[in-house]
């Protein structure tokens, strides 16, 4: 896990995927190696582990899945679904969700650092310790969430509603916020400012 | 390598277990706590914590240790010679040394307190209080507040970007994200001469 393999390509810097020693740019079968990455994804009951980066992922449904400790950093998500998905200690940072369902999502330890979403819901999710920094997020909905301890710092928000969270120790530092609503939620016990 | 994760509610920080693919000898960083939770997450992976890893030696982060030797014949390394009345080997800034399988590089990091460490295992950086997302860690003065910076821009902030950041507090991140879009981070390295 997370051993980041380099591409075997002379002077490559992308990060071989798994089941393969080079990245998808370098790999025979590009196409091939993600369809089963993702396939084993949607199929397992619970995957650990898998590194899949740079690739454009579309319209794929990833309902109930389990993603723990995989690296899926740097790709993009169009029209895909997570809803009831469990994501623990993964990364998705640098990548883009393209009106994407994360509906009653349950994320721990997630990173989503330095990704654009837009278009994107995650109502009734529980997204603890949930990182995304300098995100850029625009017309999404977080409702009925629980973000406890999750980190949106240096983030630009732009038609976000935070209805009915729960913002205990979440951290909006340098943040940019425009038409963002944090209507029933407990701001207060936000981190707006430092001292 | 896989690395699992514990929230301590009571300090309100991480500790991280980190064993082979099945079972085994297993590193435990910072065990600000010993409950249940974590004993279970022992035992269920097949896992006998035979070291642990100090980042410093706050309470948050060490509070655990007896209750852990009382189970476990566990060794521990930290940059002191004792910790909560237990004898450690003491690991020196940029040494190299082996647990098992896992290798493993100590880097000095002071500021949040003298004693910091940060540990390098494969692609992945534990922090400790040193450096958080989005933040580095709290310090009692401008000078230490100073020197904390200046060790994060000599000691971390070189290294390869695709590094993962596990902190003592909040969640992971990754090195490419701190340096684009922590605060503190832009801010020091805006002011920082290189020497």
Redesign the interface.
């Known amino acids: 896990m997370f051993s980041f393999t380099p591409c075997s390509a002379t002077g490559c810097t992308n990060l071989a995927v798994t089941g393969s020693q080079y990245c998808l740019v370098h790999a025979q079968t590009p196409e091939a190696i993600a369809s089963d990455i993702l396939d084993r994804i949607t199929s397992d009951l619970s995957v650990h582990s898998l590194t899949l980066t740079n690739t454009e992922i579309r319209g794929r449904d990833f309902s109930g899945s389990r993603i723990i400790s995989c690296n899926l950093a740097r790709n993009i998500f169009i029209d895909c679904t997570f809803s009831e998905a469990s994501i623990h200690l993964s990364f998705f940072d640098f990548s883009k969700f393209i009106n994407c369902s994360f509906g009653e999502l349950n994320s721990r330890y997630a990173v989503f650092a330095g990704s654009e979403l837009t278009g994107c819901t995650f109502e009734g999710s529980d997204m603890l310790h949930t990182n995304f920094l300098g995100a850029s997020i625009r017309t999404a909905s977080f409702n009925d969430s629980d973000l406890y301890f999750s980190i949106f710092t240096h983030s630009y928000l732009e038609s976000v509603s935070f209805r009915d969270c729960n913002l205990k120790k979440v951290d909006f530092h340098s943040s940019e916020r425009k038409d963002v609503s944090f209507k029933y939620s407990n701001y207060e016990e936000a981190i707006f400012t430092r001292e | 390598?896989?690395?699992?994760?514990h929230?301590s509610v009571v300090g309100?920080s991480n500790s991280y277990l980190i064993g082979g693919e099945n079972g085994g000898d297993a590193v435990l960083v910072d065990p600000g706590i010993m409950d249940i939770e974590l004993l279970n997450m022992v035992e269920e992976n097949g896992y006998y914590i035979k070291y642990i890893l100090l980042t410093h030696r706050h309470a948050a982060h060490t509070d655990g240790i007896r209750t852990i030797r009382k189970i476990y014949d566990a060794e521990v390394y930290a940059n002191n010679m004792s910790v909560t009345d237990v004898s450690v080997h003491s690991v020196a800034d940029g040494e190299h040394f082996t647990l098992g399988n896992l290798e493993i590089t100590a880097l000095q990091v002071p500021g949040h307190s003298t004693d910091s460490l940060v540990y390098r295992i494969?692609?992945?950086l534990f922090t400790g209080d040193a450096l958080f997302?989005?933040?580095i860690g709290p310090t009692t003065s401008v000078l230490s507040r100073s020197l904390l910076m200046r060790s994060i821009l000599e000691k971390l902030i070189g290294l390869d970007e695709?590094c993962?950041i596990f902190p003592g507090h909040?969640?992971?991140?990754?090195l490419?994200?701190?340096k684009?879009?922590?605060?503190d981070l832009l801010l020091a390295m805006q002011h920082h001469e290189p020497q």
């Not at chain 2, 390598?1 to 994760?5: A, E, R, S, V």
């Not at chain 2, 909040?170 to 990754?174: A, D, V």
């Not at chain 2, 684009?180 to 605060?183: A, D, G, L, S, T």
Request: glycine share 12%; hydrophobic share 35%; proline share 11%.
């Open positions: 390598m896989k690395i699992f994760f929230y309100f494969g692609s992945c997302c989005g933040r695709n993962l909040g969640p992971p991140s990754t490419k994200a701190e684009f879009f922590n605060p």
